[in-house]
């Protein structure tokens, strides 16, 4: 009789939370993780997520070798591959994190069901945030939709429920099943090497972030989101790093929380306006400008820059993916669905909830977003936020030679025509109620 743990968002061994506990359950844990095809087949071959994600297995392989122990790896549709492992081995318990992504929680409950027929458990954990669901509501139950009365009431949660202590002691490493069992390259999963360097987190930024936080060119980004994003690390940890040393990146780890919550409670959020009534938006949606936006050809150096550096290396700037997203939903009039869709390919860190509610921000669709009249304009952003131009220079070679494009719009007749279009679409929105 064995427990299984399945890894998914927590790819780590040390404060796991279901693994922790699947290891004092007085069995042997099998250590699981399934390469879904439901979500990798649309992925290019040289995709970095995979390559991230199987690099951080095979770092866990060899920890568990250690131990005598081994990491079950397979590719293929969970449910086949869950109705499959229950009846090769006789299990007492799986033990899984929560998901709160809409497909995840379809996926869990379907297994949920299909393991309950065998009458095998499946234990859910809380362990990729510090609250979740519904733990932070106002005080009818209802979800926060603004940011700082949730932050201000998730605080004093925080305060209240001790997360200030040390983590728990991990649970004995000799609880693990004793088999070796054989890992699987990139190639035999369908994948092949990128030549995309990750970068490893850096804690030691978080003390002054709050100074460099809107300075792309100062590069003093702690690069903490895609391991955040895939559970390397545990965000009990990070957060009290954070609470111990900068307030504004707590800050910032908050809205991530809030933006799932969000999710969970408006999964209509995936594909659909937050705020109903900008329904009546009608985009330009015009498909050369948006290729473009993503070859980074606008002719404005800022939004340039960022996509060209999110396109060469699956990260950008957090400042500058404001910059980027605004033009593309003002300026330019292109859905916000589309920016969010790109975003998705190309980002290591990306998550649903976080992307999406940035997105439906920037347009000002969202919960809590920003006024649709506010266009920001990418000059007076580049000389706000890299007034030497280091960061234009890094990424755009051609920058200040004929090569280099014009601007594809004017600022002010792009800023007057979207004030327009939004307010057009808001009145049809109000006329039909």
Known sequence: ??????????????????????????????PLFIFDTNIIEELPADDLRINFIHQRLSEIYKELAKAGSSLLVIRGDPAGIWKNLAESY???????????????????????????????????????????ESEIVKPDNKPYTIFTPYKKSWLREFTKTGYRE????????????????PFPSLNEIGFRESNIIVRPFDL????????????????????????????????????????????????????????????WHFPHVVTENFRRSYDDIVWRNDETEFKRWCNGETGYPMVDAGMRQLN?????????????????????????????AYFARRLLDYELSSNNGNWQ??????????????????????KKFDPKKEYIRKWIREYNTPAYPKPMVDHELARR?????YKSGLRKAVKLK
């Open 166 to 181: 040390g983590k728990e002691p991990a649970a004995e490493a000799g609880n693990y099943f004793r088999r070796t069992l």
């Open 1 to 30: 009789m064995i427990n299984i743990f399945w890894f998914r968002r927590d790819l780590r061994l040390e404060d796991n939370t279901a693994l922790n506990d699947a290891l004092k359950g007085g069995v042997p844990v099998l």
């Open 312 to 340: 060469e290396t699956g990260y950008m700037h957090n400042r500058v993916r404001m910059i980027t997203a605004g033009f593309l939903c003002k300026h330019l009039l292109i859905d916000w669905r589309w920016g969010e």
């Open 417 to 421: 025509r979207a004030v327009e279009v």
């Open 361 to 382: 921000w920037a347009a000002g669709t969202g919960c809590d977003a920003a006024p649709y009249f506010r266009v920001f304009n990418p000059d007076t952003q580049q």
């Open 204 to 263: 030691s930024v978080i003390r002054d972030y709050d100074k460099f936080r809107d300075y792309p060119s100062a590069d003093r980004t702690s690069y903490l989101s895609p391991h955040l994003r895939f559970g390397t690390v545990s965000i009990r940890e990070i957060v009290r790093t954070a609470s111990d040393s900068n307030q504004t990146f707590l800050s910032e780890l908050i809205w991530r929380e809030f933006f799932m919550q969000i999710l």
């Open 90 to 132: 006789d299990i007492n318990a799986v033990f899984i994190n929560k998901d709160y992504e809409p497909y995840a929680v379809e996926r869990d409950n379907k297994i949920e069901r299909m393991l309950g027929e065998k009458k095998i458990p499946l234990l859910r954990f809380k362990d990729q945030v510090i609250f979740e």
